[in-house]
């Protein structure tokens, strides 16, 4: 059995870990970015597909491309933070399998039915999306994750448009990376009790 993370840890990941609006004036570098893939890229796929897809805005110009698709409200979360990530599925991640789930050649077709493929990459590609949030707190950075955007302006504008080669990705929610300003965030919401969520059968 492995040991279980300490008390702080969990501080950090879950307990006080808080969606941040504004950001301090404080660089975040490429190879932490790069350290928090390599963390969340370990969490568990259907089959190992990894259909998750990252891109990361860092440029003012890269976000200016992104400015026109989000809501009003989101905007300056966006334009202020060290660092945006698009958090998206590739639609044909099953032409990695035999690379991915080598021990099986004809795992592949088991994604042959586009619906099915579909589900399975949304489905995994958000797990993947939520072991990065996990993984960017772990590591000492604060995250803002944002859904209020138009996923198919996005997409056109990043993904299906020119150069095509990520047209097959598809945009699911939007979250900002950096070192977040305490002063705007608001009081912490409350969660529900186990027994209002859960149900033991």
Same mark, same amino acid.
């Given at each position: 059995? #492995?040991?279980?993370?300490?008390?702080?840890?969990?501080?950090?990941?879950?307990?006080?870990?808080?969606?941040?609006?504004?950001?301090?004036?404080?660089?975040?570098?490429? +190879?932490?970015? %790069?350290?928090?893939?390599?963390?969340?890229?370990?969490?568990?796929?259907?089959?190992n597909g990894s259909p998750g &897809?990252?891109?990361?805005?860092?440029?003012?110009?890269?976000?200016? &491309? !992104?400015?026109?698709?989000?809501? #009003?409200?989101?905007?300056?979360? #966006?334009? +202020?933070?060290?660092?945006?990530?698009? !958090?998206?599925?590739?639609?044909? *991640?099953?032409?990695?399998?035999? %690379?991915?789930?080598?021990?099986?050649?004809?795992?592949?077709?088991?994604?042959?039915?586009?619906?099915? @493929?579909?589900?399975?990459?949304?489905?995994?590609?958000?797990?993947?999306?939520?072991?990065?949030?996990?993984?960017? @707190?772990?590591?000492?950075?604060?995250?803002?994750?944002?859904?209020?955007?138009?996923?198919?302006?996005?997409?056109?504008?990043? *993904?299906?448009?020119?150069?095509?080669? &990520?047209?097959?990705?598809?945009?699911?929610?939007?979250?900002?990376?950096?070192?977040?300003?305490? +002063?705007?965030?608001?009081? &912490?919401?409350? %969660?529900?009790? *186990?027994?209002?969520?859960?149900?033991?059968?």
């Amino acid at each position: 059995m #492995a040991d279980p993370v300490n008390d702080n840890a969990l501080n950090v990941i879950f307990r006080d870990g808080r969606s941040y609006n504004s950001w301090q004036d404080k660089d975040v570098p490429e +190879t932490l970015i %790069r350290a928090v893939y390599e963390l969340a890229k370990w969490g568990p796929t259907s089959a190992n597909g990894s259909p998750g &897809r990252f891109l990361f805005l860092r440029s003012q110009e890269a976000k200016e &491309r !992104l400015k026109p698709h989000l809501d #009003a409200s989101n905007v300056d979360k #966006a334009m +202020t933070a060290p660092w945006v990530a698009i !958090l998206a599925h590739d639609l044909d *991640f099953h032409e990695e399998m035999p %690379r991915l789930f080598p021990h099986n050649p004809g795992a592949k077709k088991w994604f042959s039915d586009e619906a099915h @493929r579909e589900l399975t990459a949304f489905r995994n590609g958000s797990l993947q999306s939520a072991y990065f949030l996990v993984a960017a @707190r772990a590591v000492g950075l604060d995250c803002g994750p944002m859904s209020g955007f138009d996923n198919d302006g996005v997409d056109q504008e990043f *993904f299906i448009g020119p150069g095509g080669e &990520r047209a097959r990705w598809r945009s699911n929610w939007i979250c900002n990376v950096g070192y977040g300003d305490k +002063t705007d965030l608001f009081e &912490r919401s409350p %969660r529900l009790e *186990f027994d209002d969520a859960c149900e033991i059968l």
